[in-house]
Nanobody, 114 residues
Framework: QVQLVESGGGLVQPGGSLRLSCKASGFAFSSYTMSWYRQIPDKGRELVATIFRTSDSINYADSVRDRFTISRDNAKNTMYLQMNSLKPEDTAKYYC???????WGQGIQVTVSL
């Protein structure tokens, strides 16, 4: 079945870095646009970044541009989110999403705190 599994979250101090990974299975990963979303408690979901099939087009939310980098390895069916210069306001549950087919991962918590 179609599945997206996130990994790499955790607790980090402000100014630190984390790399999230999303392993895809059950569909032709290389043929689909992929995205990262995040959900902050008591707030709506935010589209963090999107990467097109061949990585030739990438979009970022203004709140993360120049700090986060989205990438993908189609040979490994995996997408990444490198997060640098993390801020407390980046604390959220992060989701890997295949928007075209409406599939979401289970989400992974990222907490930025002293």
């Amino acid at each position: 079945q179609v599945q997206l599994v996130e990994s790499g979250g955790g607790l980090v101090q402000p100014g630190g870095s984390l790399r999230l990974s999303c392993k895809a299975s059950g569909f032709a990963f290389s043929s689909y646009t992929m995205s990262w979303y995040r959900q902050i408690p008591d707030k709506g979901r935010e589209l963090v970044a999107t990467i097109f099939r061949t990585s030739d087009s990438i979009n970022y939310a203004d709140s993360v541009r120049d700090r986060f980098t989205i990438s993908r390895d189609n040979a490994k069916n995996t997408m990444y989110l490198q997060m640098n210069s993390l801020k407390p306001e980046d604390t959220a549950k992060y989701y890997c999403v295949a928007p075209t087919i409406g599939t979401w991962g289970q989400g992974i918590q990222v907490t930025v705190s002293l």
